[in-house]
């Protein structure tokens, strides 16, 4: 086939994610399997208006704050003249309706929706702006296939309107060969809790550093390390020194990817306590590398941790049962050791050739579908 994509950023912009991630991942391997891929995206300091990525023809257009006009503009000036099997647009932010303009049959590829969370995060303007252009997603999407990465997003979409039986689900993959136990579980004594993630208001890092001093009470030596940068990142510098913590919470920063397995393989507890996520990536990764994890009861989250299993459930924003969750783990050897154990287990059957096969079925079925 030939595929057009539609994604505010590429693989190769420093801000680039899960959402990202799971794009690239199908895509690599549909360039692998003969097909011709376009991939359109906002620009980035540095990087070029085009450019290739593993096969990839990348076109940049517009910024964080105009990419979903500029590329549509974009589209219509390059690629209107060319033929494409199918596109896939990546619902993720402001959506592009792209159903609206181009001259192809479109599949919505949808990690998740912000909703009402995304006022955690944006100005009252910028909230307002997502938020009604989320709306319109269920008019003009009308009679579109949509591929969602987990039953909570399935879930919304159908709340929001979309008919479920345009929806298929497909659960995001995992690099089998980059992520591994570097040091045995029974062997990790120091009390590390993990946070690996964009620095944002939305990915809730402020709750566990919160959570904190309440853990530091039944665990004295316990401190976190937080892998990941972002806006947010001096707002909880401040909050953990105002909290009296400053010298128990190391910023990591972005570490390079062999580091951000060290820092997993180090904690004892990894910890997710966002309000929303699409699927729940780290989470996995954390598995991965024989790490339970604490995290929100929240939509995704729900899915990628098996309560009680590979880790724990609380309720969003509960401080108190977040650090409770966090200090029964670091005390509770025998619970810990089981969750890691059954957490390995969970991770090794996600594999992103077997997300790309099943997410090719769908790829084919919207584009022949519209073709007939």
Known sequence: MKVLAFNWRDPAHPEAGGAELHLSEILTRAVRDGDEVTWLAERFPGSKEEDDYRGIRILRKGSWYNAHLALGDLYRRRLRGERFDLVLEDINKVPFFTPRYVDAPVLAVVPH????AVFQEASPLVGAVVWAHESLIPHVYRGIPFLAISESTRDDLVRRGIPRSSIDVVRCGLDQD????????????????????????????????????????????????????????????????????????????????????????????????????????????????????????????????????????????????????????????ARRLAMAEAGLRWARGFTWERCYRESRAVMERAAGASAA
């Open 113 to 116: 929706l912000f909703g009402a």
């Open 178 to 333: 980059a992520y591994e136990v570097l040091i045995p579980p029974e062997r990790r004594e120091e009390p590390v809790i993990a946070f690996v993630g964009r620095l944002r208001k939305y990915k809730g890092a402020q709750y566990l550093i919160r959570a904190l001093p309440r853990v530091l009470g039944r665990v004295p030596s316990a401190r976190i390390e937080i892998v990941g940068d972002g806006p947010y990142r001096e707002a909880l510098e401040s909050l953990a020194r105002r909290l009296g913590i400053g010298d128990r919470v190391a910023f990591l920063g972005p570490l390079p990817h062999r580091g951000k397995v060290e820092a997993l393989n180090r904690a004892l507890v990894a910890v997710a306590p966002s309000p929303k996520e699409g699927w729940g990536l780290t989470v996995i990764e954390a598995n991965a590398c024989g790490t339970p994890v604490v995290a929100s009861r929240s939509p995704g989250l729900i899915e990628s941790v098996k309560d009680g299993e590979t880790g724990i459930l609380v309720p969003h924003g509960d401080v108190t049962a977040l650090a409770d969750a966090i200090a029964d783990l670091l005390q509770d050897r």
